[in-house]
């Protein structure tokens, strides 16, 4: 019997254990990771908001003389970039605007929001009757995707309509169209007057903002109809 040079030998044994590394990486290939789809980037979009009031005295009882919202205001903001919250009590921007329709304070407020990067754009339109239609145009981005806008009901104690916190930005990460949002109304908690034309009554101490139920025209619906509504679409 021959017996194999060593040099021979040593080749066999490389050859014996390739198969077996070859497989033992495979192994290894297949037990690791699944790297994560890196979610799409997307650029800013400007989207067309039109407020669509529909508050008259045919969906709602006690329409008072002279109807109408305030100038709206807003932003594009981050999820920590709100306005306000229903259950919080009402900033002074916010209960200038739903007292009087004075948005001084709360265009501050809006620009000290902008300046520690929580909000992206203002949006500031002018005041209109109600029924009624009023547009303006918003930008927003990836990191400032949420809308919310503001507007006193007119006359009232302290009430006001709004669009609250909506994101715009879909879950595949891909701006949405288009959206249809029911104006929903507040009470800002800082007036106690219980009717669109009573006198200003001053709530001491203030409460926090609720959602505002008022009677609807016809006696027999559950629940008053919104006072509008919010069409968001993007435009570019």
């Not at 009901?153 to 916190?165: G, H, K, M, N, Y």
């Not at 101490?205 to 069409?231: C, F, K, Q």
Request: hydrophobic content about 45%; charged content about 20%.
């Amino acid at each position: 019997m021959l017996v194999p040079p060593p040099a021979m030998r040593q080749l066999f044994r490389s050859l014996l254990l390739f198969p077996l590394l070859a497989g033992l990486a495979a192994c290894s290939e297949k037990a690791g990771p699944t790297p994560e789809t890196p979610a799409p980037v997307v650029g800013a979009a400007l989207y067309r908001v039109t407020f669509e009031a529909t508050w008259s005295a045919g969906t709602h009882a006690d329409f008072p003389a002279g109807a109408h919202f305030s100038a709206i205001i807003g932003a594009s903001h981050r999820a920590d970039g709100f306005l306000f919250r229903p259950g919080q009590l009402a900033s002074l921007g916010i209960k200038d605007m739903a007292e009087r329709g004075n948005n001084t304070r709360l265009r501050a407020e809006i620009n000290a929001l902008q300046s520690s990067g929580a909000a992206f754009r203002l949006l500031e339109g002018r005041g209109f009757d109600s029924p009624g239609t009023v547009a303006d145009t918003i930008r927003l981005d990836a990191a400032h995707p949420r809308l919310s806008l503001v507007t006193m009901i007119a006359p009232s104690p302290d009430w006001f309509v709004a669009l609250e916190d909506e994101n715009l930005l879909g879950p595949d990460g891909q701006w949405l169209a288009e959206r249809r949002v029911p104006a929903r109304a507040y009470d800002a908690g800082t007036d106690s007057g219980a009717t669109f034309t009573a006198a200003d009554q001053a709530m001491r101490p203030a409460e926090v903002i609720a959602p505002l139920l008022l009677p609807p025209a016809a006696a027999t619906a559950p629940n008053s109809p919104a006072l509008g509504t919010w069409h968001l679409e993007r435009i570019r």
